[in-house]
């Protein structure tokens, strides 16, 4: 398995604003996965962030709106860009592991609010 | 597009007693991985249990079991002598072996442990 912490846990943040949210590994891992998670809603899919490409974005995302950065192998940016009280949700990081399904391990998620 | 449905958004069980929660999934691969989420209040999304669907024999881990159908793709969980700390929200997640390493979840289904 892997450790995966995230900052900031929690933040309550004013529309037209910016956050950048971290995820940290404890292990080199080469997929990493940016996950949102609406109040009361399952886990979609954001982008996926491999070390050293551009990040790919599933529909309804854009790389204006989420930037993502991926400087090395343990390490990943979100940020949510000019926020609207829509954006308030979970947001959630997660790895896959080499092996046989490449089982996905997740950060403890950042809890979003914005007013 | 792979879908994932959960039809059951709540569950009940007493403690000692044994619950399944059911998923369903629509996809036209022959192989991928099936997975078993759970997520606390905490929101820590924490992986119970994984079947590869090459595989017959159904997984398990310690007191979570698989019922797995490839031809009626069903997946459903089976949660022996129910505990209190098993109260959790469960998704169901599918991740194709050629679509990409990313997860597709179904809407989730909460569970209740009663004493």
């Known amino acids: 398995s892997a450790v995966i912490s995230q900052k900031p846990s929690r933040d309550i943040c004013q529309r037209g604003t910016s956050l950048t949210i971290q995820c940290q590994v404890d292990s080199q891992v080469t997929m990493m996965f940016w996950y949102r998670q609406q109040p009361g809603q399952s886990l979609t899919l954001i982008a996926t962030a491999n070390q050293g490409s551009e990040a790919t974005y599933e529909s309804g995302f854009v790389i204006d709106k989420f930037p993502i950065s991926r400087p090395n192998l343990t390490f990943s940016t979100l940020t949510v860009s000019n926020m609207s009280p829509e954006d308030s949700s979970i947001y959630l990081c997660?790895?896959?592991?080499?092996?046989?399904?490449?089982?996905?391990?997740f950060g403890p998620g950042t809890r979003l609010t914005v007013t | 597009a792979q879908t994932v449905t959960q039809s059951q958004p709540e569950m009940s069980v007493q403690e000692a007693e044994t619950v399944t929660l059911s998923c369903t999934y629509d996809?036209?691969?022959?192989?991928?991985?099936l997975f078993w989420y759970k997520q606390p209040p905490s929101r820590q999304m924490i992986l119970v249990i994984r079947?590869?669907?090459?595989?017959?024999q159904n997984a398990t881990e310690n007191r979570f079991s698989v019922n797995f159908q490839k031809a009626a793709k069903s997946f459903s969980l089976k949660i022996s002598d129910s505990q209190l700390g098993d109260a959790a929200m469960y998704f169901c997640a599918y991740r194709g072996r050629n679509s990409g390493y990313a997860l597709n979840f179904g809407k989730g289904t909460s569970l209740l442990v009663t004493p």
């Open positions: 997660s790895v896959a592991l080499q092996g046989s399904s490449y089982e996905q391990y």
């Open positions: 996809t036209s691969e022959s192989d991928y991985y």
């Open positions: 079947q590869e669907a090459y595989k017959q």
